[in-house]
């Protein structure tokens, strides 16, 4: 049994709600998993105090000595690296491939946040347009924001959270972590390695819980807030946050379009779509969730999905050569049956798939579907599992627009061979990232910027600037002691006519007016 208090001793356990665990038990098999203690809502508060008094000791740590200790955490990750691999593929039921590539993805954003953050974060300086103004020494500065709350998902439990625990680390933040009461031993263990390698435990803490714990940690007084999770519930953030009047970063919910070009190779597209549809079951935010094919197109695609539905082996974690895993829980299974009942009983077809698994686990058989309008739920609402509806559109233009028509904005890709041509409707659709011709790949990349459009979220999290959230941009401005500005009290004279002729100067017409402009500024130049 993984203990809070061996991790954060500082941070107590409610005594009324320490005998309680979570009867949670495998998605993929329904055997139980070790119990986890969650702790009572009121110790957000106490994390938080804990994390701001380590804050001015981690900062002024310095970006190298912080960035060291990232590497060290990555060390520590890949040594562990089987044994994570096993614990989130039991806890989240994804194969142990995908599982892998999660860790994969955590040790370059370790990486990317090591040697980038030292260029961010240094001073930069400013120059002044005008010269009269260049005597002072302008710097750009940043500074740590301070706690940084983050609430993250069951889907990628290690990957998401690691996106923006590791930029605010090497920020200088500290951070509380608060992981899905579906997957939160995965996120104890990782604490753990942190604090194994040299990082603080009251810099990096994590606190299971369910949703109650998740809004004490945004009323705690932290200073940013990160949350990926339903668009109904980031707005419940956002309206908390704005209330405090501090930042946060949302990634939230989407229904992501495949556009099949009419030059595109289907048989390469229907594997790119399977692929980006059913990873992690479906359970992704920027899975393919619509694909939009042409009349002419629509009969090869559909036989191409269909193959490679068909082809696809589900089943536990610990099989196999299993591609496709189980669903987090019944709850999540459920909202795919309604989505496939409600198009069925509109007109759709099932082509393959379409049943809940007989078997032990939250299984359901990925599902395509064709004869599929834009009024039903399995087209507008976020399904988040194994299921792909084809919408059949007379041409490009229309293409665009059911694709655009939609409250998210998360992502989308395009299928064509004639890349400038696909480049140039990924570019008319409203989403934070557009892929061609592949889809996903920048979710584990650290140079990558992601976020969503509408609905789909507030900020970008990634890529150079992924270290923007954390951190607040100030101004520091130097002159030497003793000296006058020309504009201090009082007025000289001649003040006037001096800057109206500085105006001409700088911004004059014609040379002769600046000319002019300049025996007149020396004439009246201030002497205070």
């Known amino acids: 049994m993984v203990h809070l208090s061996l991790l954060c001793p500082e941070v107590p356990v409610s005594s009324t709600v ?16 070790p119990p986890c203690d969650p702790v009572d809502p009121q110790a957000a508060g106490a994390a938080v105090s804990r994390a701001r008094a380590a804050r001015e000791s981690w900062e002024h740590l ?7 200790l990232l590497l060290a955490w990555r060390d520590a990750i890949v040594r562990d690296r089987e044994g994570l691999a096993d614990l989130l593929a039991r806890e989240n039921g994804k ?32 120059v002044a347009p005008n010269p009269l103004l260049r005597h002072v020494r302008t710097r750009l500065v940043h500074r740590a924001k301070g706690v940084v709350g983050i609430i993250s998902p069951w889907n990628y439990p290690c990957l998401l959270p690691m996106a923006s625990i590791v930029p605010a680390l090497a920020a200088g933040n500290t951070v509380v972590l608060k992981p ?25 803490q994590v606190l299971p819980g369910d949703r109650e714990l998740g809004k004490a940690l945004v009323e705690a007084g932290v200073d940013h807030v990160c949350f990926t999770g339903s668009v109904a519930s980031g707005r419940r953030v956002a309206a908390a946050c704005a209330e405090r009047l501090v930042t946060c970063t949302l990634e939230l919910g989407g ?9 595109a190779d289907l048989d390469f ?14 359970q992704v935010c920027a899975s393919v969730e619509r694909v939009l094919v042409l009349p002419d197109q629509a009969g090869p695609l559909l036989e191409r999905l269909e193959h ?18 189980p669903m987090i829980g019944p709850w999540q299974r459920d909202t795919v049956v309604r989505h496939v009942t409600e ?42 599992g194994p299921v792909l509806p084809v919408l059949v559109v007379p041409d490009l233009d229309t293409m665009v627009r059911e694709a655009n028509d939609t409250e998210y904005g998360l992502s989308a890709t395009v299928w064509g061979r004639d890349l400038d041509r696909a480049e140039a409707i990924a570019r008319r659709l409203e989403v934070g990232t557009a892929w061609v011709n592949t889809a996903l790949d920048t979710y584990g990349n650290p140079v990558t910027p992601r976020g969503g459009l509408k609905s789909s979220g507030i900020g970008r999290i990634g890529g150079d600037d992924g270290f923007a959230p954390f951190v607040t941009t100030r101004v520091v401005d130097v002159q030497a002691h003793g000296r006058v500005s020309p504009v201090w009290f009082p007025a000289t004279a001649g003040l006037d006519q001096f800057l109206s002729a500085g105006l001409a100067l700088f911004h004059g017409a014609s040379p002769w007016e600046r000319l002019r402009a300049a025996v007149t500024a020396l004439r009246n130049w201030p002497r205070p």
């Open 95 to 126: 194969p142990r491939a995908d599982a892998l590539t999660e860790l994969l993805g955590a040790c370059d954003f370790l990486v990317h946040a090591a040697r980038k953050a030292p260029a961010y974060l240094r001073d930069r300086p400013l």
């Open 62 to 68: 310095g970006v190298r000595e912080r960035g060291r």
């Open 180 to 204: 899905s009461e579906w997957t939160p031993r995965i996120a104890l263990r990782l604490v753990e390695l942190a604090h194994g390698a040299g990082i603080p435990s009251a810099v990096l």
């Open 255 to 263: 229904k992501d379009a495949a556009l099949v070009m009419p030059d």
């Open 343 to 384: 198009a069925l009983a509109a007109g759709a077809r099932v082509r393959a798939g379409g049943r809940v698994l007989d078997r032990p686990g939250c299984f359901h058989e990925p599902t395509l579907l064709e004869g599929v309008t834009p009024d039903m739920t399995v087209w507008r609402e976020e399904t988040f």
């Open 269 to 282: 597209a229907a594997r790119g779509i399977v692929w980006a549809a059913m990873v992690n079951a479906g």
């Open 308 to 325: 490679h539905l068909r082809a696809l082996r589900v089943g536990s974690w610990d099989e196999p050569g299993v591609d496709v895993g």
């Open 18 to 33: 320490a005998p309680l665990t979570w009867s949670r038990v495998e998605p993929g098999s329904g055997q139980p998993l």
